[in-house]
């Protein structure tokens, strides 16, 4: 039978249950409700559960926590240990693994080593080209200099012929250190550039008239196609060393026969001004090499007599850039390059 209810008059509640014996008879089973006290509820029902999934959470958090911790120390420790080893003169690329944050930070530190590895380079190769490029004039200029005063060259003719040895030398010494001069002064940003307005075609017609006999002396015809008047806002004599340049290696480099063409576009607040000829070309792997110091792409010519030393495409650059502008090059091999450089205009005439 079912249990039920009762409260009597003090309010104590009672579970009875009736259960007949014959027609007549019945049997009044009665019992106090028991009361649960709430701790003892909270304790069986609640608190032993929770401490269960709290010890299992617990555990369950230091694992994850754990791999977590590994998951991302061990790049953190790769990029510590590649500073270090950067900081002792050796690169060593990071593989990019772990959390997007530290992936980033990784691919960041590659990029930072990789320039630093390159920058490197460059300053030991600048170095060594220095060193090149002065010890060929002071070795001449010390010799001669040296048989003057063992008298080894006596008559008029040796005089002379040593004086002009020394005087060659030392001039091209001077135009070296004139050179690393301002390309230092150029790239730092403190070169003196006196900026006026210049009418582009203009300068550029007078550069392509400076270069007409050696053009037709090489016999390389030199073509003039220019594009609107673009007023620039730049150094004049600054620009034309930079075309001068430009100009004169196309014209070394062009075969008897060949054509240098010099013309001007305007393009969205720019011209763009370009040198183009039908020489040898320059390899694709040099487009990008060409513009640093003491880079020739003609390696026989280096150390020979009255080639440069490989600084006017790098001081051509600092200059357009100081300018607000780039410069770059388009070449294939056999069939000629063409330098595009690209200044800002301040209005059409």
């Known amino acids: 039978n079912k249990a039920l209810i009762y409260r009597d008059n003090k309010g104590v509640e009672w579970f009875y249950t009736v259960t007949p014996v014959d027609k007549r008879y019945y049997i009044l089973t009665a019992i106090p409700r028991p009361l649960l006290p709430l701790r003892a509820l909270l304790q069986n029902e609640f608190l032993r559960p929770l401490i269960q999934v709290g010890i299992l959470a617990i555990i369950f958090a230091f694992f994850i926590s754990w791999i977590m911790a590994k998951w991302i120390a061990?790049?953190?420790?790769?990029?510590?240990?590649?500073?270090?080893?950067?900081?002792?003169?050796?690169?060593?690329?990071?593989?990019?693994?772990?959390?997007?944050?530290?992936?980033?930070?990784?691919?960041?530190?590659n990029e930072m080593g990789h320039r630093v590895q390159v920058s490197a380079q460059s300053q030991r190769d600048f170095v060594a080209n220095v060193s090149h490029e002065l010890k060929t004039p002071l070795t001449s200029i010390q010799g001669f200099t040296q048989a003057i005063l063992d008298g080894t060259v006596r008559?008029?003719?040796?005089?002379?012929?040593?004086?002009?040895?020394?005087?060659r030398e030392t001039s091209r010494l001077h135009r070296l250190v004139d050179d690393l001069l301002t390309l230092a002064r150029l790239e730092a940003g403190t070169a003196d550039l006196q900026k006026t307005d210049i009418a582009l075609n203009e300068l550029l017609k007078n550069m392509a008239?400076?270069?007409?006999?050696?053009?037709?002396?090489?016999?390389?015809?030199l073509i003039e196609d220019f594009n609107g008047e673009a007023i620039i806002h730049a150094d004049g004599d600054r620009l034309a060393q930079v075309f001068t340049n430009l100009i004169d290696n196309a014209i070394k480099y062009t075969e008897k026969g060949g054509c240098i063409t010099l013309s001007t576009k305007l393009a969205d607040g720019f011209v763009l001004v370009s040198v183009k000829d039908t020489g040898i070309g320059i390899p694709l792997k040099e487009h990008k090499r060409i513009f640093e110091r003491f880079y020739q792409v003609d390696k026989s010519?280096?150390?020979?007599?009255?080639?440069?030393?490989?600084?006017?495409l790098s001081i051509a650059k600092?200059?357009?850039l100081s300018h607000g502008g780039d410069i770059w090059v388009e070449s294939t091999p056999n069939k000629g390059s063409n330098f595009v450089v690209k200044i800002p205009f301040q209005y059409i005439k």
């Open 74 to 109: 061990r790049p953190l420790q790769r990029v510590a240990l590649s500073a270090k080893a950067l900081a002792g003169g050796k690169y060593q690329r990071i593989p990019l693994e772990g959390p997007v944050e530290v992936r980033q930070l990784a691919e960041t530190f």
């Open 209 to 221: 008239d400076k270069f007409l006999l050696q053009a037709k002396k090489m016999g390389v015809e």
């Open 301 to 312: 010519r280096k150390g020979g007599v009255g080639r440069g030393v490989g600084l006017g």
């Open 318 to 320: 600092q200059i357009i």
């Open 155 to 167: 008559t008029k003719e040796e005089l002379l012929k040593a004086h002009k040895v020394i005087l």
